[in-house]
């Protein structure tokens, strides 16, 4: 199945918004209850706009145009929520190197789950994060989304309750990883060539002394 991951503009807020709402009222039902949910789609589980600002947000979307999932990362201090206009011109950047990313607002609509979007994302907003200068990312999960992350090698840091107002609180999962740079990565791909050319070798010479060689020939 083919995808488009595209950043998105203001103009697709209210499809995101839709895409949101709906991947909330599905996806989440087995983790909290019907007032949690909704408390969080008021609160929590919104659109930021200054993420689609910072040209740092992904919309994507099915092959009649459809928004199938979104997520992004910021250099701003913000977890989760929404930027208010007077507090965007506020809000502290972090500090590349010293600071962690901030993987942001991961939604996908229940009809697209397992399909490879959600990773595909992560891996997106990651190589980003690296190009701007991090070297680490944080977030903070759902209870639905933890395991997504921690597939991607995310660690848990600790779980703390959000408060949603009216004494309503949604357990969250505060998760870190640390970036490898592309060195790194190239290296460790490297490395794990030669251990399988190498185990490779040692099965063939183990066949060659057992005599399957020759049988082969």
């Excluded at 979104?70 to 590349?96: I, M, N, Q, T």
């Excluded at 399988?196 to 010479?205: D, G």
């Amino acid at each position: 199945m083919k995808f488009t991951y595209r950043k998105a503009s203001l103009s697709d807020v209210s499809a995101l918004e839709q895409l949101i709402q709906q991947s909330a009222e599905t996806i989440n039902t087995g983790f909290y209850s019907d007032r949690e949910i909704q408390a969080a789609l008021a609160e929590v589980w919104t659109v930021d706009a200054q993420l689609i600002k910072d040209n740092t947000y992904w919309i994507v979307e099915n092959t009649n145009g459809m928004a199938v999932g979104c997520g992004g990362w910021s250099d701003r201090k913000l977890f989760y929520g929404r930027h208010h206009e007077d507090e965007a011109e506020l809000e502290e950047k972090l500090v590349p190197g010293v600071d962690s990313a901030r993987i942001r607002a991961f939604f996908v609509h229940q009809d697209y789950t397992r399909k490879g979007i959600g990773s595909a994302l992560l891996q997106k907003c990651e190589e980003e994060a690296r190009e701007h200068g991090f070297d680490s990312c944080e977030l903070v999960a759902t209870l639905s989304g933890e395991k997504l992350y921690e597939s991607r090698g995310y660690l848990v840091v600790s779980e703390h309750e959000i408060d949603l107002g009216n004494n309503m609180t949604n357990k969250v999962v505060s998760m870190f990883k640390k970036l490898g740079r592309k060195e790194e990565r190239l290296a460790a791909r490297k490395k794990n060539l030669i251990r399988s050319l190498m185990l490779l070798a040692t099965l063939l010479f183990v066949l060659y002394k057992l005599g399957v060689m020759d049988g082969l020939a």
